[in-house]
């Protein structure tokens, strides 16, 4: 009797424990959002739709950031377009050209009787048209560009832009005004040439440094595209750097430009001459060409290279340049191994092809100093010759007078060779 009681107390109180537990949960439950007729899964897609919100709330954030981003680089090629673009210059080209003039003349000379008999009535049918020259007149005929470097005028272009002696030649300022201009110095072995105008108080931009430059890194152009659109802006990127070239018009013999800058900024025809900037404004090369059957390669000579020969045009009037003399090939892997060098690097004193193509030129330093056709020059003053730093380059960072030591190797023989460098004449 006393277990009967015992098993139907327990059931009671299983029974109200059981309602009333069920009444709460059923109460908590209810009072959720959307809890009325909601599965489970659904319950969770409500959880994961709101962790989607905050992913997109992210993307909207990094948008904005790189919103923010794209809006500061445009500020910058805007700043440095207004603060450069009164500095780059239009050069215009003109000649003194025949004026020919046409006029008729009866090929037969003069018909007398028959002229007389019908009063001249027939002398236009007889006549032909003839040309003669009646004087000359100065026209234009072509353009490029250049930028000032300096508040009393000088000017930075290309030496092809101003190559015609026969021709004068007028600076277009950003402002309109017009300037004739004095070609100082042409560079034989670059493409650049020093010009001047009169003025003081000019704007003019600064010069850069292009040892540094990295592939990748952000460059503007300005210039006069086609001879016509004065001030064409455009940007790119440094697409490549030390490239060795052959550059010439339609017509005129090439040359060979080597260490150059490559870009995929457009360098059109009129843009010659004209700055390659980098974000800051400052100039870091001098656009000289492009790649004929492709898009976007332009190539520009680096800056560096153009110091000296616009400090020497300042100081002596005239271009002095440190001298070597010695022909030479850059070596690369393919190079050394194919010749058996023992090296993948350096520059190998070779003659060419021509019978003037020699190795070593007759009186120079080279020659002085005991430099042999064979030898591979591995670096200068302790800097090391590489196809990124060319041999050409180390050398125009001296002055004529300046003493160098070179680093060369003679049938697997290292020597240290010092030679005083001397004006090339």
């Known amino acids: 009797m006393d277990n009967k009681k015992y098993f139907i107390g327990v059931l009671i109180i299983s029974i109200i424990l059981s309602t009333f537990s069920g009444a709460f949960f059923g109460f908590i439950a209810g009072s959720l959002p959307g809890a009325q007729g909601s599965s489970l899964s659904e319950k969770w897609k409500n959880v994961m739709t709101g962790n989607k919100a905050k992913v997109a709330i992210n993307i909207e954030e990094k948008k904005d950031e790189i919103q923010i981003i794209k809006i500061e680089e445009e500020s910058s090629v805007i700043t440095t377009v207004e603060k450069s673009s009164p500095a780059v210059v239009s050069i215009i080209i003109s000649k003194d050209l025949p004026i020919i003039e046409r006029y008729y003349q009866n090929p037969g000379g003069d018909t007398g009787l028959f002229d ?13 048209p003839m040309y003669r020259q009646n004087g000359t007149q100065k026209q234009e005929v072509g353009g490029g560009s250049g930028f000032l470097v300096s508040a009393d005028g000088y000017i930075l272009t290309n030496r092809h832009v101003v190559s015609d002696e026969a021709a004068s030649y007028t600076v277009l300022m950003n402002d309109e005004t017009k300037h004739e201009a004095k070609v100082l110095a042409k560079d034989a072995f670059n493409d650049v040439a020093v010009l001047k105008i009169e003025g003081t108080n000019l704007p003019y931009i600064e010069l850069g440094d292009s040892s540094n430059l990295k592939v990748g890194q952000s460059v503007i152009t300005i210039g006069n595209s ?194 005083k460098l001397e004006e090339m004449k």
Do not use: C, H
């Not at 001249?120 to 007889?126: A, M, S, T, Y």
């Not at 490559?262 to 700055?275: E, F, K, L, W, Y």
């Not at 050394?336 to 021509?354: E, M, P, R, W």
């Not at 960072?397 to 240290?416: A, P």
């Open 116 to 128: 007389d008999f019908f009063g001249g009535r027939f002398n236009n049918f007889f006549n032909q």
């Open 226 to 419: 086609l001879g016509e659109f004065r001030n064409t802006v455009s940007t790119g990127v440094v697409s490549g750097l030390a490239r060795n070239i052959s550059a010439g018009e339609t017509g005129m013999s090439s040359e060979e430009l080597i260490d150059v800058i490559q870009t995929d900024a457009a360098i059109n025809p009129g843009n010659s001459g004209g700055p390659l900037l980098n974000i800051t404004g400052q100039v870091i090369g001098i656009n000289t060409a492009v790649a004929q059957n492709a898009e976007n390669i332009g190539f520009s000579i680096p800056i560096n290279s153009v110091k000296n020969i616009y400090d020497s045009v300042k100081k002596y009037g005239r271009i002095v340049r440190p001298w070597l003399g010695v022909r030479y090939s850059m070596i690369d892997g393919g190079l050394g191994k194919d010749n058996n060098l023992g090296v993948d690097k350096g520059a190998l004193i070779v003659s060419g092809d021509k019978t003037n193509d020699v190795a070593i030129v007759p009186g120079s330093p080279a020659e002085k100093a005991g430099l042999k056709e064979g030898d591979i020059i591995k670096a200068v003053d302790g800097e090391e010759i590489n196809i990124q730093n060319p041999l050409s380059r180390l050398i125009g960072k001296y002055k004529v007078g300046d003493e160098i030591e070179l680093k060369i190797s003679r049938i697997n023989e290292e020597k240290n060779i010092k030679i």
